[in-house]
């Protein structure tokens, strides 16, 4: 596990923007319209601390 974390300490690996993430992975399964609705604590200018 040391090794995989050494190369952050470089930055992120580049992945040409398909890091996908679970959330957006929720997303696409369950067909919702925003990341808002499959995120368990949404960020956004009213609600900035869970």
Known sequence: FQFFIKWFDYGM??????GLGFSRLMMMLTNRGSVKEVTLFPRDKKRLTP
């Open 13 to 18: 690996p580049p992945h040409a923007g398909w």
